[in-house]
């Protein structure tokens, strides 16, 4: 699949999954972010206590002995500060003054810590043999006759285990977490495809279609979703079936209307050619030109019907004030050739008469119901726009009675020809009248009036419209 610039586009898994991993991949980041925090401090807590635990003991065993402050190390502190045997350690026994009572290094001095000794226990960061290291400074107060004061112990640990405990913590957390993200991608993976299945289903019957077949596909147990998108597919094929069935009935008109005239053409001008009076060649050649202007109006009808077919399918709706359109027909000058003796009236109001439509194709719907009643009606003839009640009327009336009441029932249907065989009227006029009327929510009324006969197209008044 590529898009309009020819790049080949991500499919629709790819981009669900991706979305997934990325989700997966910043959650992860924070997870390990707390779980690295959260260790860390687990294990500072849990050696910090056997670094105070091994203070303690020391601390415990120191004594006065004749005034000087003396300290036999305990077996139970280097126990506990074995616990991590792959670390270095330190301690540091002084008296008051700083005085050096017992180390294990005399001469590594240990850094203050950032607070001043109290009666607890003080922690502090600082290096040992060049490697970062964690202390405590624990003070022990005497009060005794031969000596007063304060005793200091101080323990030191480097950072090795607890280093490697906070790396064993979080690899525990995290390949637990890292295998439960694979396996929920797998679980989006699957969840995805079996979503996109309907989809799948719909491509196939795309693509088993015969390039004719427009009809709607079916939309049964699809997600909502993808009903959506079938719905507009089903809609865009109806419009296209639309076009094509136009398309279709346009040709199968022109074949069945240019038939009889083309060869009522030939035979005229074959007369004309073998007549050899002037007289009868005179009247072959006026039957020849009668046809000729018969077949011009024919072919007009046929491709305004075509137009007016495609435009009630793709232009836009806008406001039509239907007097304009009576106006506009009423200027043409078709009329003038189809009957210059004919009186034509214009009837219209002050008051607009709105209705929502394809302007052009209401003008051709006028001048074809306009040029249908010159033809074939009595003068004068009228023509006008009018509101009733909540629909609009465009209408054209003439002075005579009209067809009779079975020819009426089927005006407007395709190939319909007049009841009048010295017009041999094709049908098309009126059937563009019915496919506008159609196409815009309207009908077509025929019907004798008041003073002669009326066909009118009755459209929904713009107040009407949703």
């Not at 091994?54 to 002995?65: E, H, L, M, N």
């Not at 913590?169 to 797998?186: E, I, R, V």
């Not at 793709?314 to 009186?343: G, N």
């Not at 509101?387 to 190939?415: K, T």
């Amino acid at each position: 699949m590529t898009d309009g610039r020819g790049k080949a586009g991500l499919s629709l898994t790819a981009r669900v999954l991706g979305t997934v991993l990325v989700i997966l991949l910043v959650g992860g980041l924070l997870v390990a972010g707390s779980i690295w925090w959260n260790t860390r401090a687990a294990a500072r807590q849990s050696y910090d206590r056997i670094l105070f635990g091994a203070a303690s003991d020391i601390a415990a065993a120191i004594r006065i002995q004749q005034g000087t402050p003396l300290v036999d190390l305990p077996v139970s502190a280097f126990e506990l500060l074995a616990q991590a045997p792959d670390d270095r350690v330190y301690y540091a026994v002084t008296g008051p003054g700083g005085a050096l009572i017992t180390a294990l290094d005399p001469a590594h001095t240990v850094p203050a810590p950032d607070q001043p000794a109290s009666a607890g226990a003080t922690f502090f960061t600082g290096t040992l043999s060049g490697e970062e290291a964690r202390f405590v400074r624990l003070s022990r107060s005497f009060a005794e006759r031969d000596f007063s004061g304060a005793v200091e112990v101080v323990v030191g640990q480097t950072l090795r285990a607890r280093n490697a405990m906070t790396t064993d913590l979080m690899l525990d957390a995290l390949l637990p977490m890292a295998a439960a993200g694979l396996l929920l991608t797998l679980l989006a993976a699957l969840v995805v495809r079996s979503a996109l299945r309907p989809l799948d289903a719909l491509v196939a019957d795309l693509s088993r279609r015969d390039p004719y077949d427009l009809t709607p596909m079916p939309a049964e147990a699809l997600p909502r979703e993808l009903g959506v998108m079938l719905g507009a597919v089903n809609r865009f094929m109806g419009r296209l079936d639309g076009q094509v069935e136009a398309m279709r009935t346009l040709i199968s008109d022109t074949a069945h209307q240019l038939r009889t005239p083309v060869a009522a053409i030939q035979v005229h001008g074959e007369s004309a050619a073998e007549e050899q009076s002037e007289e009868a060649r005179e009247r072959a050649l006026a039957r020849l030109l009668a046809r000729t202007r018969s077949l011009r109006t024919l072919l007009d009808q046929l491709l305004s019907r075509a137009l007016v077919v495609h435009r009630t399918d793709s232009a836009p709706r806008t406001p039509v004030d239907l007097r304009e359109v009576a106006l506009e027909v009423m200027e043409r000058d078709d009329q003038s050739v189809l009957r210059p003796e004919a009186e034509l009236r214009l009837r219209i109001g002050d008051a607009p008469v709105m209705v929502r439509a394809d302007a052009f194709s209401l003008q051709e719907a006028a001048h074809n119901l306009l040029n249908n009643a010159l033809r074939h009606g009595q003068a004068p003839v009228s023509i006008g726009a009018e509101q009733r009640g909540g629909e609009a009327v465009l209408w054209v009336e003439d002075s005579g009675p009209g067809p009779a009441p079975e020819v009426i029932a089927h005006l407007g249907e395709r190939f319909n020809r007049s009841a009048d065989s010295r017009e041999q009227g094709s049908g098309v006029g009126l059937s563009i009248v019915a496919k506008v009327a159609s196409a815009f929510g309207g009908r077509v009324e025929m019907g004798a009036s008041d003073t002669g006969f009326r066909a009118a197209l009755v459209l929904p008044s713009e107040e009407e419209q949703p």
